[in-house]
């Protein structure tokens, strides 16, 4: 056993630095998007698995009266803390970072091994920390966690108008035909998701008044954004309208299969594959959202993007013409700004921490069930988080009227 254990130590070791070998400067961006994805595999084995061998640790299990669902939340909680931190050191020592002549820019990009070893040490120092702090780290992640919905939303915003944006500039028939074919899409995608929702979630016999609702108000905002869109004074496009109304439709959908499977107006009470589905595509959902997030930081939104980042707008030259007469160095006139901002890449990394923590933890609810992301509190995340996107979506059409003296695209 031993022999069989060392064996798979080293082919672990090995393959971890065969790994961080071939991460080079151009996909430094999947490395660290690996080692979030790495974190999730963790803490879903533990949460699996683990519940045995925490009990078996004195500082974790101080009562003889806690459930087995609490010791799966508290693994998982901690596996998050460790990966939160670790994100979070690497954003506080990458702040101010201008150019790729900082030493700074070869940390970020390089170091790998070194890494991915203090990363995995922070996580097991997480497994020794007392009770109390992680129940601490619990409560702020759920508003870390709400902050990363947040910025999603608005990177789903912005994704839309630059696709409709891009497009529209090909001034082709060909892509104006395109655009509308889309639309069509997305819009009878989006209804018809509605409908089968109506039939899983609205079973006869049950009085269902919430689950109604929730499905009107959907049907109802997708109706607004393609009339406030196409509205005459409003410089809007059916395209974005279309997919942010497919995208609430599937929050919609996600927040009534969260619903608790003795609920009788839950129509998947009897099915554990959809709710396998619905975890994986969450989880899918969240690595894609993490690492686009990443890709388009400081591309379209300046506030996302470090100062002397060419996308950040027009700036001052690095140096002036009377320094660069005094004889200044070469290297120093032609250092390359970076093309993104470090310290956010890696917030949205620590963010997207503890939103997964509250995704496997049912977001630190007392309710209990053996299914993950299931519960009233996860239910209500997901329609808070299909309102709020509806509602920056409408303002992000109405704000240029109501303030037509600034610029907001």
Not at 49 to 66: A, E
Not at 69 to 96: D, H, K, P, Y
Not at 141 to 153: D, E, H, R, T
Request: proline content about 3%; charged content about 15%; glycine content about 6%.
């Amino acid at each position: 056993m031993s022999c069989c254990v060392g064996c798979c130590a080293s082919l672990t070791c090995g393959l971890c630095t065969s790994a961080a070998s071939t991460i080079t400067k151009k996909s430094a961006r999947l490395g660290y998007c690996g080692l979030f994805g790495l974190s999730l595999i963790v803490s879903w084995i533990l949460r699996e698995i683990g519940t045995p061998l925490l009990k078996k640790f004195s500082w974790i299990n101080t009562s003889d009266t806690l459930s087995d669902e609490w010791f799966q939340m508290e693994a998982v909680l901690r596996v998050s803390l460790g990966n939160c931190l670790f994100f979070t050191v690497l954003a506080l020592m990458m702040i101010g970072i201008k150019d790729q002549n900082d030493t700074r820019d070869g940390w970020h990009h390089g170091g790998w091994i070194f890494k991915i070893v203090i990363w995995a040490l922070l996580i097991i120092l997480m497994f020794f920390l007392p009770n109390p702090v992680i129940s601490v780290y619990g409560f702020i992640s759920k508003f870390g966690a709400g902050l990363f919905l947040l910025v999603q939303v608005i990177i789903l915003l912005d994704a839309t108008h630059s696709w409709n944006d891009a497009w529209v500039a090909k001034d082709e028939q060909k892509w104006f035909v395109a655009l509308l074919a889309v639309s069509i899409t997305c819009y009878i995608s989006a209804f018809t998701i509605s409908g089968l929702l109506f039939i899983w979630f609205n079973p006869s016999g049950n009085d269902c008044g919430l689950n109604v609702f929730f499905l009107v108000m959907t049907m109802i905002l997708a109706l607004s954004f393609a009339i406030i869109a196409l509205h005459p004074m409003v410089n809007g496009s059916l395209l974005p309208a279309s997919v942010i109304s497919v995208y609430c439709a599937y929050l919609c959908y996600t927040g009534l299969s969260a619903e608790p499977r003795d609920y009788a107006c839950n129509g998947l009470n009897s099915s554990k594959a959809v709710t396998t589905s619905t975890l994986v595509l969450g989880m899918l959902t969240t690595v894609l959202s993490v690492l686009y997030s990443a890709l388009r930081a400081g591309s379209s939104t300046t506030f996302l993007s470090p100062p002397s980042s060419p996308r950040a707008g027009e700036r001052s030259p690095f140096l002036e013409s009377e320094e660069l007469e005094a004889g200044k160095n070469k290297k120093e006139v032609e250092s390359k700004p970076v093309s993104y901002s470090y310290t956010f890449f890696h917030l949205i990394f620590a963010l997207a921490s503890m939103y997964s923590a509250m995704l496997l933890s049912g977001w630190s609810s007392s309710e209990k069930s053996d299914l993950i992301d299931v519960g009233w509190t996860s239910v209500w995340v997901r329609i808070s988080t299909e309102w709020v996107t509806a509602g920056l979506y409408i303002w992000s059409l109405v704000a240029p009227l109501v303030f037509p003296d600034r610029e907001f695209y």
